[in-house]
């Protein structure tokens, strides 16, 4: 292995800041809320995105970035092409994982349920909020599809641009939103010397969420 190779030597220490069961709220919903803020307000890019891991029909897994855009006592909802491969994936087999990372608060969340596709409203409304540009791209590109060019691309958006030249493009009907409602939420606080703090909450069948703390 070269020098530029070997990883083993890079290491930080995570911080001292606990993470104690008092201290947990009882909703996950309210913990992920605080954590969220507490992302944002330690400045962190992107707070938002969050890796989306998919399962096809052969049990392969695959995982992408997405930016989750509402959540709530439903579920962590995100946009995207229901005909990717995440989309055709999640056709398949609707359990999946999402995970947030905060770097700057070395912490993560790691959430695991069922997705569902959003009603129709909900993301013609997101759709119609989005920039004008970013409407055009995603109207123009099937996502996850294979092109042989970027010209190819470009030139799909000039010819849906010129269609519709009060920038009115409507939101193709295989483009829309996703919600996974959580049936687990983990809340992982890294400690210094590796002896971190991970709490999880379960969904029970009386809808209560049960937590438990879990090993480093
Ligand atoms: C920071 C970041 C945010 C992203 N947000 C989204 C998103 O909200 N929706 C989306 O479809 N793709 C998003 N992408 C692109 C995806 O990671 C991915 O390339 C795309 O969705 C195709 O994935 P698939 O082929 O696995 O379906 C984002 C990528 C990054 C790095």
Redesign the pocket.
């Known amino acids: 292995m070269t020098d530029s190779q070997d990883q083993r030597d890079k290491r930080r220490e995570y911080g001292s800041k606990p993470l104690r069961r008092i201290n947990l709220f009882e909703n996950p919903f309210e913990q992920f809320g605080q954590w969220l803020e507490d992302a944002e307000a330690a400045g962190a890019i992107?707070a938002t995105?969050m890796t989306l891991a998919t399962v096809d029909s052969q049990g392969m897994p695959?995982a992408?970035?997405?930016?989750m855009k509402h959540f709530d006592e439903q579920g962590f909802c995100?946009?995207?092409?229901y005909l990717?491969?995440?989309?055709m994936e999640l056709a398949e087999n609707t359990k999946a994982c999402l995970l947030f990372y905060w770097r700057d608060i070395s912490r993560q969340v790691s959430i695991r349920g069922t997705v569902t596709k959003l009603p129709d409203s909900d993301s013609d409304h997101y759709f119609q909020s989005r920039p004008e540009g970013s409407r055009f791209s995603a109207a123009g590109s099937r996502?996850?599809s294979e092109v042989s060019s970027r010209g190819v691309l470009e030139t799909a958006v000039d010819t849906l641009r010129k269609k519709h030249p009060s920038g009115d493009v409507p939101r193709p009907k295989n483009w829309g939103g996703y919600c996974l409602s959580p049936i687990s939420l983990e809340f992982w606080q890294g400690r210094d010397d590796r002896l971190h703090d991970r709490f999880r909450y379960q969904l029970e069948s009386s809808g209560h969420w049960v937590i438990n703390r879990l090993a480093p």
Request: charged share 20%.
């Open positions: 992107d995105a695959s992408r970035t997405v930016l995100w946009y995207t092409h990717s491969q995440k989309g996502q996850s």
